[in-house]
């Protein structure tokens, strides 16, 4: 997952993974959506290191309560089903932010159940404020 995206991306990525203030809790449906493509398509090290992250991280069990809880946030937010289910996993799991890659105007960032931060609008406030304003009154 982290491989597919770009190199800044991927460092703000690797910055959360590496904090050391920080544990980490995975529903799993996470493991669904990062463990196939990776065994399908034999990348080795990218599955070692996705199975190196999820056995380090605690797990939310699927259950019916979770499918429900998914259910209702779903509704409430218009989110994707595999988001509704994510976002279930971090309300029932208490985390204090659910870390993702999806874009910020996405219904999973805009929703204020759970602190979402959104890795590509992190990377996208640095890139911005270290690139030049357009004026809006630009010189002749």
């Known amino acids: ?81 595999l988001d509704a289910l994510h976002l279930a996993s971090a309300a029932q799991a208490g985390v204090d932010e659910l870390v993702t890659l999806e874009r910020p105007e996405k219904p999973l960032c805009q929703q204020t159940e759970v602190q979402v931060v959104s890795l590509r609008a992190a990377r996208d406030r640095q890139a911005s404020a270290s690139e030049p304003k357009p004026s809006l009154n630009p010189e002749p």
């Open 1 to 81: 997952m982290i491989k597919a995206v770009d190199p800044d991306t991927r460092a703000w990525a690797r910055a959360v993974l590496d904090d050391p203030d920080r544990s980490f809790v995975v529903g799993d449906f996470v493991r669904l959506e990062v463990l196939p493509k990776p065994t399908f398509h034999g990348r080795a090290s990218e599955l070692a290191f996705m199975e190196t992250i999820l056995s380090a991280a605690d797990s939310v069990p699927v259950s019916a309560a979770l499918i429900t809880r998914a259910l209702t946030m779903a509704g409430r937010h218009d989110l994707h089903p």
